[in-house]
Nanobody
């Protein structure tokens, strides 16, 4: 069983930045695809970003391309989601997800492990 813990959420003004972190309890962290999804009130959970276990390739949802950047530090069992140029529509609960050695997928059901989420609010 892998436990994921998100941190770094909070309140930020439009145009500002936040960095989310997700730390995993997995012993073989380097073998996991890591991803982020988000869910705004009244909306379905949507794919934000993912990073592959093999080559570290990164993937982004269309709404965050060019503004968000995902990276991983295998020595710390942690991934970082740098969020820049934040907009009000980025307001949501952000969830970290993990799956072991599978092709990266943007579909929620393909991810096995989930964190509890961290709230990001973009408002003036």
């Amino acid at each position: 069983q892998v436990q994921l813990e998100e941190s770094g959420g909070g309140l930020v003004q439009p145009g500002g930045s936040l960095r989310l972190s997700c730390t995993a309890s997995a012993r073989t962290f380097s073998g996991y695809n890591m991803g982020w999804f988000r869910q705004a009130p009244g909306k379905e959970r949507e794919f934000v970003s993912a990073i592959g276990w093999a080559e570290g390739d990164t993937y982004y949802g269309d709404s965050v391309k060019g503004r968000f950047a995902l990276s991983r530090d295998n020595a710390k069992n942690t991934v970082y989601l740098q969020m820049n140029s934040l907009k009000a529509e980025d307001t949501a609960i952000y969830y970290c997800a993990a799956i072991f050695r599978r092709p990266v997928s943007t579909a929620e059901y393909e991810w096995r492990y989930w964190g509890r989420g961290t709230q990001v609010t973009v408002s003036s």
